[in-house]
């Protein structure tokens, strides 16, 4: 139910299944063929040296990098509540220079835990790999994804580190003498011998290996015994292979791998550096209610949540007037359980709670947190105590959302790692019939104060409407105002022969796994144009001229598609939404307003627009 997936992932996924696909767009800037080209043009050009692929991303990197200044400034206060200094210390571990050494040490602690869970061999693998994104991985079901993109990453890489040799048993005998051993916890020498040799035997047979030149092409690692142009098969038969192996005999293997290699960059302190801006980002990750306690302390938004909430409160309405347009000739039952959802659903900005004393909040915040223990100078034990308590979290948020009573509107909202709250993104939460929007989405070039209304209409309120339409896309539309199922109302609804029909509609030109996406994306836009557009309500409120003139509401539209734009225009890069470009395509060309904006022929117009209500 959220807007996108986050970024990393969904680009290095898409980077990978588009690598082998030639592309044969021929450049199309008519608006009626490919509004979303027309309208982005040039902007990978334009954005080539930045830090980010898109809006989103831009938004959030703007937001660490204040993140990143304010953690850098000495401690004034010393009142501060303790919160802080966990960001503090997890944002020191992460910028100082990490070593090789501090690496295995952690590897070694690893080795040893009774129980490995992907917590674990995650912190193994980026330490070992120093590979960033896989902190993305939520769980143990993503482990196959989590090897294709280390198997594929291409980065800058040193050919003498990449191991050519399988491990000989003397160099297992060498490394296994040197490694610490501990008590609670028996390795037995010889199976571990026989694993990790029938791993690599198992990694090689992949490919062949005869070819002993020089590797040129990326993608490639050091882990294993790497063939120069690896197969697109044989990368899927490794990752399954390193996806099925147990934790423990990974963690193991890399561990006396990591030992042997050699090289320059091995040596010396650089074996990892960190950026402040990435520092930044996992501590809003990790302590995502301190960071964000943090930003709004030092840059407060509140003008901005009226807005959002005034914004909101207008689309409900154009809603509330299309159930009562009752186009589905819905019962008076159905009628109100809709329009009873419509009105209790409501808006929340920010992760913290609004309505209560500062006192209070820091005491929230540091129960909320009490049991994370950070450690300055040691970052890959801090990002192993972060994912921890994110799993914990996690597990919280799963009870709460099976609890059928609504916790507080105003208590901290409990936070996963890279879902809602944590990154720009907004979320529909079901269960709390909630839209949740971090603040940070409230920035330029989005929003910047006393925009024109256009701007705002256009972007902000496309995707707030697209958020509130979720509440009624054919999966949730089944859940009441309190977040609980209804089996009436799916029944009501699988009797009803409009819906039904709109519905396969829906199915048939999106395919089941993007029809939510998209119903979302076609309902939320109509909510905003109407909200800007339409006079009912509205009148005089609006900055704009009469009806508005085909250079408005071209405008709305320019402005609606480029929130859109990005640099990786690669075709499928969410299963959810589909690419961008086909995001932007889907929304106008079935929309009318927009072609008659555009003047689009009607050979363009499907011959069915669907609509659910
Ligand atoms: C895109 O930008 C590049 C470099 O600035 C320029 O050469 C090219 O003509 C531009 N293309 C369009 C369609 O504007
Ligand atoms: C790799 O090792 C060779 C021989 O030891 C050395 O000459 C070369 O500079 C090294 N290459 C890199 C990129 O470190
Ligand atoms: C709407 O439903 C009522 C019964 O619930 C029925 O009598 C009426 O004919 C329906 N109207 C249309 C236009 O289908
Ligand atoms: C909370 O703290 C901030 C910053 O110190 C201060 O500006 C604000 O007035 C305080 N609010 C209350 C209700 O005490
Ligand atoms: C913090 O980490 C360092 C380096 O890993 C270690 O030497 C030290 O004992 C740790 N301190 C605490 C309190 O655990
Ligand atoms: C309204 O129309 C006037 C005159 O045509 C024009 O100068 C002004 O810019 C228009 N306002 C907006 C918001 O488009
Ligand atoms: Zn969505």
């Known amino acids: 139910m959220h807007f996108e997936l986050h970024r990393s992932l969904a680009i290095f996924l898409g980077f990978f299944l588009n690598k082998s696909l030639v592309k044969s767009d021929p450049q199309q800037l008519d608006p009626c063929t490919n509004f979303y080209k027309a309208a982005c043009g040039n902007w990978s050009t334009i954005h080539a040296g930045d830090p980010y692929q898109n809006y989103l991303d831009q938004l959030d990197y703007n937001y660490h990098e204040k993140l990143a200044a304010l953690l850098e400034i000495e401690k004034k206060d010393e009142d501060e509540p303790g919160f802080q200094q966990l960001l503090r210390d997890y944002y020191t571990s992460c910028r100082q220079p990490l070593t090789k050494d501090m690496a295995l040490r952690t590897l070694e602690r690893l080795i040893y835990i009774p129980i490995l869970g992907y917590e674990e061999l995650i912190v193994g693998l980026i330490a070992a790999f120093r590979y960033q994104p896989l902190v993305e991985i939520k769980s143990?079901?993503?482990?196959?994804?989590?090897?294709?993109?280390?198997?594929?990453?291409?980065?800058?890489?040193?050919?003498?580190?990449?191991?050519?040799?399988?491990m000989s048993r003397q160099d297992f005998d060498l490394l296994w003498e040197d490694m610490p051993k501990m008590r609670h916890i028996q390795l037995n020498k010889e199976s571990i011998w026989t694993e990790v040799s029938g791993l690599e035997r198992q990694m090689q047979s992949y490919w062949d290996t005869n070819d002993k030149n020089d590797v040129q092409a990326p993608p490639t690692f050091w882990m294993l015994p790497w063939p120069q142009e690896p197969y697109y098969a044989s990368v899927i038969y490794l990752a399954n292979l390193l996806a099925h192996t147990s934790h423990r005999v990974l963690l193991i293997y890399i561990y006396l791998r990591l030992k042997m290699i050699q090289g320059p960059r091995t040596t010396d302190s650089s074996w990892l550096i960190m950026q402040r801006v990435e520092c930044a980002e996992q501590c809003r990750q990790f302590l995502t209610h301190p960071a964000v306690w943090l930003i709004e302390r030092n840059h407060p938004r509140l003008k901005e949540e009226s807005v959002l909430?005034?914004?909101?409160?207008?689309?409900?309405?154009?809603?509330?007037?299309k159930l009562?347009?009752?186009?589905?000739n819905f019962s008076r039952q159905t009628q109100q359980f809709l329009l009873s959802k419509l009105e209790r659903m409501t808006l929340r900005l920010s992760v913290l709670p609004r309505k209560c004393s500062n006192e209070t909040l820091e005491r929230r915040i540091n129960r909320h947190y009490r049991d994370v223990r950070l450690?300055?100078?040691?970052?890959?034990?801090n990002l192993w105590t972060g994912l921890k308590h994110s799993s914990v979290q996690k597990r919280r948020v799963n009870r709460l959302l099976l609890v059928t009573h609504l916790p507080s509107k105003h208590s901290l909202l409990p936070v996963i790692a890279h879902q809602f709250g944590t990154y720009a993104s907004p979320f529909y939460i079901v269960n709390h019939n909630m839209l949740i929007v971090p603040l940070s989405l409230l920035g330029p070039p989005l929003y910047i104060p006393d925009q024109k209304q256009i701007l705002t209409y256009s972007s902000l309120g496309f995707i707030l409407g697209h958020e509130l339409t979720h509440g009624f896309d054919p999966e949730a539309v089944i859940f009441n105002s309190r977040g609980t199922i209804s089996s009436t109302m799916s029944r009501q609804l699988k009797r009803n022969p409009r819906f039904q029909q709109e519905l396969s509609c829906l199915n048939q030109k999106f395919g089941g796994n993007k029809r939510d996406e998209k119903f979302a994306d076609l309902n939320g836009l109509e909510l905003a144009y109407s909200a800007y557009f339409d006079t009912a309500q509205t009148d005089g409120q609006r900055d704009r001229n009469g009806s508005g003139s085909i250079a408005q509401r071209q405008q709305f539209f320019l402005n609606f598609a480029q929130f859109f734009?990005?640099?990786?225009?690669?075709?499928?890069?969410?299963?959810?939404?589909?690419?961008?470009?086909?995001?932007?395509?889907d929304a106008v060309l079935n929309f009318e307003p927009f072609l008659e904006a555009f003047g689009c022929p009607s050979s363009h117009n499907p011959k069915k627009q669907c609509r659910l209500f």
């Open 565 to 585: 734009c990005s640099s990786s225009d690669l075709g499928e890069d969410s299963r959810e939404h589909g690419s961008d470009r086909q995001r932007v395509n």
């Open 375 to 381: 450690n300055s100078s040691d970052y890959f034990g």
């Open 309 to 321: 909430q005034g914004i909101f409160n207008e689309l409900k309405q154009r809603f509330g007037q």
């Open 140 to 166: 143990s079901s993503d482990m196959f994804l989590f090897w294709m993109l280390l198997i594929t990453r291409e980065d800058e890489w040193n050919a003498n580190e990449t191991n050519r040799e399988l």
């Open 324 to 328: 009562r347009a009752n186009r589905n």
